[in-house]
């Protein structure tokens, strides 16, 4: 079973459905994933995957009825800069933060552009990951004396969680979690346009803002998922402003980002990297800065010769 298209490509086709007002449900914002043509067999064997999920979150079986699905983000094709290394970018003037390294899905060492090919988060884990314990080795030497930190690392991280286990405020996870959902699949889907994208940021930050107003039931350390959901959501807000500010900011399109008022990719102005930073460790009190990094289109040695950028057309 292979896919006809790429995951981009597929999810716009499907937003589209949507949006021309051919969804289902009450609500017609999703469409129907029909897999009961195949025998049960072949389900159970090559997709149990996605029959279980289908179970659990839709209650449905796939080898009798449709299951309602949504394009979503499958994967993050930015990340945390990093060089070759793998160790961390601090900024586009390539200043290193010590002894941070980043690999796989979090970090971004310009290898992907705008679009990844499939298989290759994969590849990237196993490349970079190898890459990141042999720099570790580089720099740590056996018996190395202690590295001093600051005497009150850590302190503001456990101070946040702290404060979101006690949070008593009116508005629940689950809440604002649907809102940061809908607002990022109306304004920020996989098709995009100036108008909503302005929308967006700001209908992005007043859910962000809003974060200070969470509230959760349960106090106790051990298996609370009500701080949990709290802590992703952190996550969630943290990665959303930044992902639709930098989204608005780009005048084209380039990958899976497909700007309909920018329908081109424009190398001139566009090709590089866009670094966000927020401006305040609290994202209910944070804005977003924005700041670029050129890409790393040539390679390394004459081993590989050089790719340029070209159209993607089928």
Same mark, same amino acid.
């Given at each position: 079973m292979g896919d006809l298209a790429s995951r981009d490509v597929v999810s716009r086709a499907m937003t589209m459905e949507i949006r021309e007002g051919r969804g289902v449900g009450p609500n017609k914002d999703h469409i129907y994933l029909h897999l009961d043509h195949l025998p049960a067999e072949t389900l159970a064997e090559r997709l149990p995957g996605i029959s279980e999920t289908a179970k659990i979150f839709a209650g449905v079986d796939v080898t009798k009825e449709p299951a309602p699905v949504l394009p979503t983000i499958h994967y993050n094709m930015g990340g945390i800069p990093t060089d070759w290394k793998t160790q961390v970018i601090r900024s586009s003037e390539n200043t290193f933060v010590p002894g941070l390294l980043a690999a796989g899905e979090a970090g971004s060492a310009s290898v992907h552009g705008a679009n990844r090919l499939g298989a290759n988060s994969l590849l990237d884990l196993v490349v970079f990951g190898r890459q990141a314990a042999d720099t570790t080795a580089e720099f740590v030497k056996p018996n190395s004396p202690p590295v001093d930190i600051p005497k009150n690392a850590g302190e503001a991280s456990l101070a946040r969680l702290d404060s979101l286990r006690n949070s008593k405020g009116p508005i629940p996870t689950a809440e604002l979690r649907l809102e940061l959902q809908k607002a990022m699949q109306t304004y920020a889907p996989v098709y995009?346009?100036?108008?909503? #994208?302005?929308?967006?940021? *700001? &209908?992005? @930050? +007043? =859910?962000?803002?809003?974060?200070?107003? $969470?509230?959760?039931?349960?106090?106790?350390?051990?298996?609370?998922?009500?701080?949990?959901?709290?802590?992703?959501?952190?996550?969630?807000?943290?990665?959303?402003m930044q992902t639709i500010v930098a989204a608005e900011n780009?005048?084209?399109?380039?990958?899976?980002?497909?700007?309909?008022?920018?329908?081109?990719?424009?190398?001139?102005?566009?090709?590089?990297?866009?670094?966000?930073? #927020?401006?305040?460790?609290? *994202? &209910?009190? @944070? +804005? =977003?800065?924005?700041?670029?990094?050129? $890409?790393?289109?040539?390679?390394?040695?004459?081993?590989?010769?050089?790719?340029?950028?070209?159209?993607?057309?089928?």
């Open positions: 995009r346009n100036s108008a909503d #994208l302005k929308t967006g940021v *700001v &209908e992005v @930050a +007043k =859910v962000c803002a809003s974060f200070k107003d $969470v509230g959760i039931t349960d106090r106790t350390m051990i298996w609370n998922t009500d701080l949990i959901e709290t802590l992703q959501l952190d996550n969630l807000l943290n990665q959303a780009r005048k084209e399109s380039r990958g899976a980002h497909a700007q309909e008022d920018f329908p081109d990719r424009d190398d001139v102005e566009w090709m590089k990297h866009t670094l966000t930073y #927020l401006t305040d460790p609290k *994202v &209910e009190d @944070a +804005k =977003v800065k924005l700041d670029y990094r050129a $890409v790393i289109d040539q390679p390394m040695d004459d081993e590989m010769f050089h790719v340029p950028p070209m159209k993607r057309v089928y």
